[in-house]
């Protein structure tokens, strides 16, 4: 990989953020059998540039306003470039941005990428800082510009050449092998940490400096999906944000898939990482249920998660994460069927007088007599049909056999994870848990393709009882 051409490369830009700030200047200095030979460019942005960036670099909008936009440049560095070793700084900013910046003018770049920070920590893991300004002053590099594109390539020229001559070919050689194997890691992460992940089933759990979980995910192959999110983080804001906090990995095995999204659920609902939004806990969890009134109309009534005897009720519908969710979905079933909303309970119905529905033509007028309670209520019960909660089609607690563990689910509710009797005994000595849309969701499709064989009937005995043959 060395007997590549070698590209030093610097950026300078209007902002952190390559989905909406721009490259002012971009710098190639090339390293080859010809010799060092150098591109330079200011680039028009065609946006402000921040006074703090024209007093940090140099570069103010006079002199860029008369220069190409990066468009125009795109080809030409494009070929500058290619079929070289893409050397810069924290690397993972300069690639980021220039790839980016390449999609929009659609070309696609990708080099093979080394960073110097990785590689001042790799050959001089002793120093406790290893940004541009350290290796400056550690290695008594000479700045000609600091802050400029050309000027930053030429440092990272000067800290290379000091690599070589202080480590020999062969180190550096190593070095550079090492970072393409894990050219995708941030340069805070340990590859070691990455590299002691499994390729099995699982959890991951992201941690940031206060230790804080900042996301948690599941794979069916946990070092490959980790590995994902930091070379997502190339073109990708979000990923980007998360792989600049991570700090710490930690990871759990499971099973199997099955057990990995279980797991995965539970963790996110008790520790409440920043990143995580979707499977959080609903606080607001309803669900429709169905009264009939003493005109024989089906009147919908919301209940929440508390009042719910999940798996139990056979006329409830849902589940919603907020009243107006819930509210809204009605409505929607209410005009696609010719439903009244003053029967439903969505709108007050004046005595012997019409509902606005039937006033613009979207209610069959039950309101007022010229729709049967009998008709109304097998369209409302029919529209509801697929919201429809499932009955628990079991006598009690159920084990789900995935792998050597058996996941122990009750009345919808997920209780825990076995892998001997012992600790199947500790989960059904437990509460019967908390009934969750995401979980209700997970188990009614994933026992719906079960063989018989995948499930076992469970009973719960008293704490005092000894034996171990619930899996019998």
């Known amino acids: 990989m060395i007997d590549l051409p070698l590209a030093f490369v610097d950026i300078e830009t209007t902002g952190s953020h390559f989905d909406h700030d721009r490259i002012t200047e971009v710098a190639v200095l090339t390293l080859s059998s010809e010799g060092v030979m150098g591109y330079e460019r200011l680039i028009n942005p065609k946006r402000p540039i921040p006074s703090f960036i024209q007093t940090l670099t140099g570069i103010t909008p006079d002199m860029v306003m008369d220069r190409s936009p990066f468009e125009e440049e795109a080809k030409k560095l494009f070929e500058e470039l290619q079929g070289k070793l893409f050397i810069a700084h924290n690397a993972r900013f300069d690639h980021g941005f220039l790839k980016a910046a390449f999609k929009r003018a659609g070309l696609d770049f990708k080099p093979k990428v ?35 594109a050309m000027g930053d390539a030429h440092l990272l020229y000067q800290f290379w050449t000091l690599c070589q001559e202080k480590f020999g070919q062969e180190k550096l050689n190593e070095a550079v092998a090492d970072q393409l194997g894990h050219a995708s890691l941030p340069p805070h992460i340990d590859s070691a940490m990455v590299d002691d992940i499994p390729d099995s089933p699982g959890v991951y759990l992201f941690y940031a400096d206060n230790d804080l979980p900042l996301y948690i995910g599941k794979s069916k192959h946990l070092r490959q999906r980790v590995l994902s999110h930091f070379q997502s983080a190339l073109g990708h804001r979000k990923e980007m944000k998360l792989s600049l906090q991570v700090k710490r990995i930690e990871w759990i095995e499971t099973a199997g898939e099955l057990g990995a999204l279980l797991l995965e659920s539970r963790l996110i609902k008790t520790q409440l990482p920043q990143m995580n939004i979707k499977l959080r806990r609903t606080k607001e969890l309803c669900a429709w249920t ?123 509710c997920y209780l825990g994870s076995a892998k001997d009797d012992a600790q199947l005994d500790d989960i059904l000595h437990q509460g019967r848990g908390e009934f969750e849309m995401d979980t209700y969701q997970l188990l009614k499709k994933s026992m719906a393709n079960l063989s018989s064989d995948a499930l076992v009937q469970l009973t719960r005995r008293p704490v005092e009882k000894e034996t171990h043959d619930t899996f019998a």
């Open 114 to 148: 080394i960073c110097t920070v990785k590689l001042s920590r790799y050959l001089f893991p002793e120093q406790k800082r290893h940004n541009l300004d350290t290796l400056i002053e550690t290695h008594g590099l000479e700045v000609t510009q600091r802050h400029r």
């Open 290 to 412: 169905l009264h009939e009134d003493r005109q024989g109309f089906l009147r919908p009534e919301l209940i929440t998660a508390k009042d719910m005897q999940a798996g139990q009720q056979t006329h409830v519908y849902g589940l919603f994460s907020s009243k107006r969710s819930a509210t809204t979905a009605m409505a929607s079933i209410a005009k696609k069927s010719l439903l009244c909303e003053g029967l439903l309970g969505l709108e007050k119905l004046s005595p012997g007088a019409p509902c606005f529905g039937f006033q613009v033509k979207v209610c069959a007028g039950a309101c007022v007599g010229k729709e049967s309670p009998l008709k109304h209520n097998l369209k409302l019960t029919t529209a509801l049909t697929r919201l429809r909660i499932s009955h628990w089609p079991y006598k009690g607690p159920v084990g789900i056999k995935e792998g050597e563990e058996i996941h122990v689910v009750d009345q919808w």
